[in-house]
């Protein structure tokens, strides 16, 4: 215990004073009070308070730690913050949370990770944890760039080296995969061999005499190719992959998410852990009705009509159409411009329209700048028959808007889900924009057009997953290596405010999240130090040392070092 952080009394020595109190306030006492910390709460007046009450999964007082002192009962839980700072449970509007828990325990992810070497390691470490034969691999969410030892792109040779035994295929972004002499054969890239089928031609990188550098570009067709070839997960070990992500969302300080994509199979496993009381994220589903043909979009209108959204409850629920309208539409990640055909955008009208006459709120994957006008074109046409207004229509990742957009975006009463790609992918972007990605996304001007806008991260191929990181960035622009990559900073209070108070809008949650005050569920972080005033530099590096999901504990880090 004297290890401790923060103490946790237990009720017997307090009783008798916290009795009396809890008599004298004439109300039934709190389950849990947190006091003597600074609780950054990120309501409408950004109010920063020393205490919390908690009664059940709800929070019931914020205060002075005096007064939040006098609601404690015999059976009252007490945690001193000693100081420590507190925020609300950070939620990501946009990220392929189930379908990252499918493979989340085979791969080597290193989100985060600022050190070459330390990738290395753990490559190594893998092997040595698997059978040979086995693949070492990694379905993106980091890049080269994002360490500060060195952004040196790994070799075939030194990958052979670390890992003999085992093949290797390790996904960078959705930009390029770095294989080693295994996982060329076992993919079937020799030095005289044609590309095989899925791989764009010129996509294996070859050095002069025609041998595989190990090297994979060629955009997403290529990296998908590969990543689709590596294994699943067993199926009988997907509810152990799924809350080993889990618990790492939690220690990220993550506790609510938009969630692209959502199986219902998956979805069922999510249903019967909260059945039990044991769900520690919550998840809210971005689902539509695929449709790539003028055929498919026929058959999709019907099906629109029938959709139902908000029939779960405040753990899972599904609350958004997207993240595709029509399929031939929805721009892939590193393309530099699109030219939307006029019999393309026809058909996106289409269901645009069904959408708006359903009075579902949409969340659309828009990026390039000519699709983004195209959409906006589309949706005030759409805008005159069905009015959008309280709809909740909101763009998302919207690396290449620009102010006209916002503007527009305003009048039609639209959102800015904003999923800043640059974060890990900072160098690539510069590599393919030149000096426009310095603002992709235009952070500064986004924040400043007053439009209401929140932050996901697209995690867990395309970014990184970790909010800290995010929000480091978004304060200094540069990634966890220091490189600097975007140009267009803004202020911690409002990155805190778009990845708390805004998302839980996004997800029709405002009641409930996204805030530390009466009323809300009762997620919250205790930080290792206060997001308030540590060096700008060193927001990515600010960890939860508890992490709390509806009053219940989900992550405490002293707890863990405890028990070592
Ligand atoms: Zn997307």
Known sequence: MKQRGWTVIT??????????????????????????????????????????????????????????????????????????????????????????????????????????????????????????????????????????????????????????????????????????????????????????????????LRDAAGRPTGVVEGGMGAVRSIAAKMPRVPDDQIEASTLAMIKDMNRAGLTTFGVAGCDPNLVAMYRKWEARSQLNVRIFCIDGVAAGTPEQVDRALPRIDEMKLFQGDDYIDNVLYG??????????MF??????????????????MAIAKNGLPLHVHAELTNTIDAFLDQIEAVNEVYPIKNLRWMLAHFNQSNASQLERMKKLGMYAAVHPWNVINGGIMH????????????????????????????????????????????????????????????????????????NAFFVFQENNLGAIQPGRLADLLVLDRDYLTVPADQIKDIKPVLTMVGGRIVYDATAVAATK
């Open 335 to 352: 393309d530099s411009v699109s030219d939307p055909r006029p019999d393309q955008l026809a058909q996106w009208r289409r269901l645009a």
């Open 323 to 332: 993240e595709s309208v029509y399929g031939p539409l929805h721009d892939p």
């Open 11 to 204: 009720a017997a020595v307090v009783a008798a004073i916290a009795c009396a109190a809890a008599l004298h306030a004439q109300q039934p006492a709190a389950d849990l009070i947190l006091t003597n910390g600074k609780i950054i709460t990120v309501d409408e007046k950004f109010t920063i308070a020393q205490a919390v009450a908690v009664k059940g999964d709800r929070i019931v007082a914020v205060g002075t730690s005096q007064q939040i002192g006098q609601m404690a009962g015999p059976g009252t839980r007490r945690i001193d913050l000693r100081g420590k700072a507190v925020v609300p449970g950070l939620i990501d509007n946009h990220m392929h949370l189930l379908r990252a828990g499918t493979t989340w325990a085979r791969e080597v992810r290193l989100d985060g990770v600022e050190s070459r070497r330390q990738a290395l390691d753990l490559f190594a470490a893998r092997a040595r944890a698997i059978a040979p034969g086995e693949w070492v691999y990694t379905i993106g969410g980091w890049s080269v760039d994002q360490f500060a030892d060195s952004r040196k792109q790994f070799t075939r040779e030194e990958l052979d080296r670390i890992v003999p035994n085992n093949p290797v295929a390790i996904q960078e972004s959705y930009y390029r995969t770095y294989l080693n002499s295994r996982g060329l054969d076992a993919l079937g890239i020799g030095d005289k061999t044609a590309e095989p089928q899925g791989f764009p031609k010129g996509s294996i």
């Open 431 to 502: 590599e393919i924009f030149g000096d426009d990605a310095y603002d992709q996304p235009p952070l500064a001007t986004i924040q400043s057009s007053g439009i209401m806008w929140g932050f996901g991260t697209d995690g867990s191929a395309a970014n990184q997953y970790m909010p800290f990181i995010t929000l480091g960035w978004a304060v200094t622009g540069k990634m966890t290596s220091g490189l600097k990559v975007m140009r267009q900073t803004i202020g911690r209070e409002d990155a805190l405010i778009a990845h708390t108070r805004r």
